[in-house]
Structures are given as C-alpha cells and as structure tokens.
C-alpha cells in the first residue's frame, strides 16, 4: 500500500480535572524523523511517545505539539538552605561591622539572594496522565496515517497514468527504430548516386548502414526500460514502504531514456524522448513524496 509521507492528525481528551491535546504533522524526509514540543515535565515521556508513533511510520519529519492544562497537575515545594543562608546573613554583618553601614536587613534582600531558595515542582498522577498522553498520540497518529494512505492512493493513481504513457511511447520507439535505419541506407544511398554520378557500391552502403545500426541499436535500453516499468508497477502494489526503492527505479529509467537520447538520429525519436523525460521528471516529483 503506497502511502504519502504527508499527514496531519489531532486527538483531544478532556478529563475534567485535566484536557491533553496532540497535533502532528508529517511532510517528506529521507530517514524517519521526530520533532516533540510538549511541557518539560513530561519530556521524560519522550521515548514512549516516538516508539509509539514510530510503530505507524517508516519515513517522513514528524512534528509533535504535545499541550497538557488543568489544576492539581503539579504540586510546588520550597526548599531552604539554610547553611547557605546563615553564611550569608553572617557576611553581611560583618561588612556592616567592617565599614559601619547603618540600617536592618530587608527580608527582600534575603529573598534576592541567590541558590538559597529553590522551588521544585513534583507532579502528580503521572500514570494516569500517561496513558491517557500516550492514548491521544496513538488516535493523533492513526488519523495521520489515515491521511498519508489517501493522499498515497491518489499519488499511485497518478504515477500510473505517467507510467502508461511512457510504457506506449516505448513500445512506439521499439515499433519504429528499425525503420530508422532503413531511411538511413536509403539516404545513403541518394547520396552517393548524386556524387558518384549512378555508380554505387553497395558493400560500402551495407558497411555504412551497419556501423549506424549498431550505434543507433536502442533495443537493449528498450528490454531495461520494460523490466524497470514492470518493477515499478508491482512495487506500487507492494505493502512495504517503497519509497526508496522507486526513487531508484526513477534513476534508472532516466538514465536508459538518456542513453537512448544520445543515440537518437532521428526528430521523432528525439521528440520521444523528451516527452518520456517529461513524464519521468513527474513521476519523480510524486515519488520524494512517498514513503
């Protein structure tokens, strides 16, 4: 099954106390990528979420905006260090001592002061939160993949009008090439009556037209062209991710149309062959996309 490598999913779960909302996005990437913006405190969730979403896809940059809001979700604590703070109520005596500053100290210089207080933030529920995050990224998920599908069959649909068109135009140059060699000896063959005043020499004709048939021969690109499309065809209808695969088959059909290209002595087939690279150039634009 063809998939596209892009989707968007969304999931929401309103808990009273507690509403979890997860958005993803995914568009084409050579490897499988993630990208998860969520609260910090439940970065240490991070690992489960890209196995979970990593089960659906192969390839593709996933974006993941992961947003948890309610009350009683976190408990704060302040912590004292109270030798800290006694070192530096000591200091500051000493200096008003030392250099005779009048003047009481400010509980808001004390608050000022650095690493004495500390806030910590325990959550709490963790579990139950859990399940239900990692629940709403699973429905986030199969939405996006559900998208990626639909968007992938319209994609095969397209690569094989491409693939249609570029199969009949082969079996166009096989059907023709011959005849271009036939129009080359006859050519030749004008030719030399109009020089040499009537007086032809046919071995010199057949030597000519031989040497040209062997170097405008296409029959063997022609063979890989077909066992390229063939593979194409039966990898479009395959359930494993394919992406890769026909990105190379794309190559590979480009490369044997431009060999054909260079040894092309003939406007029809020159024409043939840019119309097939037309195609081609499609066919690769809608196969970055796949998965």
């Known amino acids: 099954?063809?998939?596209?490598?892009?989707?968007?999913?969304?999931?929401?779960?309103?808990?009273?106390?507690?509403?979890?909302?997860?958005?993803?996005?995914?568009?084409?990437?050579?490897?499988?990528?993630?990208?998860?913006?969520?609260?910090?405190?439940?970065?240490?969730?991070?690992?489960?979420?890209?196995?979970?979403?990593?089960?659906?896809?192969?390839?593709?940059?996933?974006?993941?905006?992961?947003?948890?809001?309610?009350?009683n979700i976190h408990e704060h604590s302040l912590d004292v260090d109270w030798q800290l703070l006694s070192a530096y109520i000591d200091v500051l005596h000493k200096v008003k001592d030392k250099h005779q500053i009048s003047g009481s100290i400010d509980i808001n210089d004390i608050l000022k002061l650095e690493n004495v207080f500390t806030i910590r933030e325990a959550q709490t529920g963790l579990e139950e939160i859990e399940k239900v995050l990692l629940e709403q990224v699973r429905l986030a998920t199969e939405q996006l993949v559900s998208m990626r599908t639909l968007e992938g069959e319209q994609l095969k649909e397209d690569i094989f009008v491409h693939l249609t068109y570029i199969e009949s135009m082969a079996r166009e140059l096989q059907q023709f090439a011959p005849t271009v060699v036939e129009a080359y000896r006859k050519r030749l063959e004008k030719k030399m009556k109009d020089f040499l005043d009537s007086q032809i020499d046919e071995q010199r004709i057949m030597a000519e037209a031989a040497i040209f048939a062997d170097r405008a021969d296409i029959n063997e690109e022609l063979k890989r062209i077909h066992s390229h499309l063939g593979q194409f065809t039966q990898s479009?209808?395959?359930?494993?991710?394919?992406?890769?695969?026909?990105?190379?088959?794309?190559?590979?059909?480009?490369?044997?149309?431009?060999?054909?290209?260079?040894?092309?002595?003939?406007?029809?087939?020159?024409?043939?062959?840019?119309?097939?690279?037309?195609?081609?150039?499609?066919?690769?634009?809608?196969?970055?996309?796949?998965?």
């Open 1 to 71: 099954m063809v998939k596209s490598m892009t989707g968007f999913g969304r999931a929401e779960a309103n808990q009273g106390a507690y509403k979890i909302l997860v958005e993803m996005k995914s568009v084409n990437h050579r490897f499988c990528e993630f990208n998860i913006r969520m609260p910090k405190q439940f970065l240490v969730l991070e690992e489960k979420i890209k196995k979970a979403v990593g089960s659906y896809l192969q390839r593709g940059r996933v974006e993941m905006f992961i947003t948890v809001e309610g009350q």
């Open 236 to 291: 479009l209808h395959s359930r494993e991710p394919v992406g890769r695969k026909l990105d190379f088959l794309v190559q590979e059909l480009n490369r044997e149309v431009n060999t054909i290209g260079s040894k092309a002595n003939d406007a029809k087939i020159a024409n043939l062959v840019v119309e097939m690279k037309a195609c081609l150039e499609k066919i690769k634009e809608q196969v970055q996309n796949i998965e």
